[in-house]
C-alpha cells in the first residue's frame, strides 16, 4: 500500500496519539446523551469542538426536529404464586401504563418461539441473545412481533450476568404500543421459573414521549468536488450508562480517522457527520440523508461499532465494492478484517442503503454473541482499549482514502438485489413487526 509522506506520519502519529482517549474520557464524563436531551446536546458541544481542533473544514451543525423519551420510575412485582418485587427499567419509547397478567416465557423472542405460545393479553418475557443456528434477531422484531401477537406488556432478560438490566428502543421514534422493561439475567432466571408455574405480574412504568431537538455535527476535509465519500458515526448514547463502548469508541474512531484523512492526498473530498438520535431510531441519520444529494455521495462509511475490540467487522450491506476495498485494504496491512455481506436495517448507514446508496459498516468483534456491556449500566470508560480506536481509526482511514480514489468504482446498489438480501435473510416478517419494511417492497 503506497502512503505519500505526510500520509504516513499521520499513520506513524496515530499509534502514540492521546487525542482518542482524551475525547473518549471528555464524552463519558457527561453522563447520560439520550437522543434530543440536554446531556445529548453538551456531547454535540464536544465533537464540534473536536473537529475545529483537529484541523477539519467547515464545521457546523444541522438541526432538526426529534422526538425526546423521558425516563420516569419503573416498578415490577411478582403477585403469584409469591409476592416478590423485582428491579427493572423501562426500554426507550415505552409508553406509560401500569399492567397485570400472566408471565409467558417465549425463550429467545424469534417469530417462531412467540408463534408457538398464547401470549394474547399476558406478559411475553424474552431474552437478548439469539439461538446460534439462528439469523440475529433484533429487540426490535421481538418487541413488535410479541405485540403483534396480543402481549400485553414485554419483558427483555440480559442474557450477560451481573444484574445488569438492558436498555434499547422499540420503535423508531415514536412510542411504542405496549409497555416494555428490561431486567437482569439474574431476574430473567426467576421470572421465566415463575412464568412456567403460571406466574403473574404487576408492571407499572412512568414515561413520556415529547417533541425535542437534536443535531448533527457535520464536517469535511480535502477537495471541493461534487462527489465525496461520507463517513458516519452516531454520538448519542442512553441515558443509564456513559455509552463508552455504544458508541462513544466510534465516534471517537471517527475523529481518529479524521485526523489521519486531514494528511492524506484525496481524489474527491470527504465529509464527516456525527449524527444524533441513532439509538432513538437513526433520527439524525435520516434527516441527514433526506436533506443530502444522494447523487454527490459515492459511499459511506459508517463507524457504528467500530474501535470496541480488536478485531474489525466489515458489513457491507450487499455492496461488492466495498467489500472489495475492506479485503483489500486488510490484505495490504495484514490485519484481520472480517467481511460480511448480508445487510440489517439497525444503524446509520439504513437510511442511505434504502436510497441505493454503497455502504461499508466497520464494527468489531469480541467473540461473545450479543451486546455485552452494551445498552447496560456497565458501559462505562473502564472497558474500553483505545488502542483499539486507533488501530481501527486507521484502517477506517485507508478504506475512506480507497473509496476516494477516483479509480475504485463504486455502482449504487440495484434496488431489487438489496430487498431480495433481506427477504433472503428472512427479515420481512420481523421488520414488519417492527414497521421497518419499506412501502415500495410489498
Known sequence: MNLNDDLAAAVGRTWIDTVPWEFITELTALGGRMGASEGEARAADLVADTFEKTGLDRVRRQRFDATEWRRGETTLRLTAPVDRAFDAIALPYSPAGEVSGELVDVGHGTPQEIAAVDVEGKIAVASTTTPGESRFVHRMEKFGTAAEAGAKAFVFVNHVPGQLPPTGSLTFGEEAAVPAVGVSKETGAWLTEYANEGGEADLSVDAETVPGESQNVLARTGPMTDEYVLVLAHYDGHDISEGALDNGCGVATLLAAARVLAAADLDIGVRFAAVGCEETGLLGSEH?????????????????????????????HTSAATARVARRVGERTRQPVHVREEPHPFSDQWPFVRRGTASLQLHSDSGDRGRGWGHTHADTR????????????????????????????????DPYELEDAFREADFEPGMKAAGLWPAEWE
Open 382 to 413: 473502564d472497558k474500553v482499549d483505545d488502542r483499539c480506536i486507533r488501530e481501527h481509526g486507521v484502517l477506517a482511514a485507508l478504506m475512506v482514502r480507497e473509496l476516494a480514489d477516483e479509480a475504485t468504482e463504486v455502482p449504487v446498489i
Open 288 to 316: 441527514l440523508a433526506a436533506t443530502t444529494d444522494m447523487d454527490g455521495v459515492k459511499a459511506v462509511v459508517n463507524l457504528d461499532g467500530a474501535g470496541r475490540f480488536r478485531d474489525l467487522v466489515a458489513m457491507t
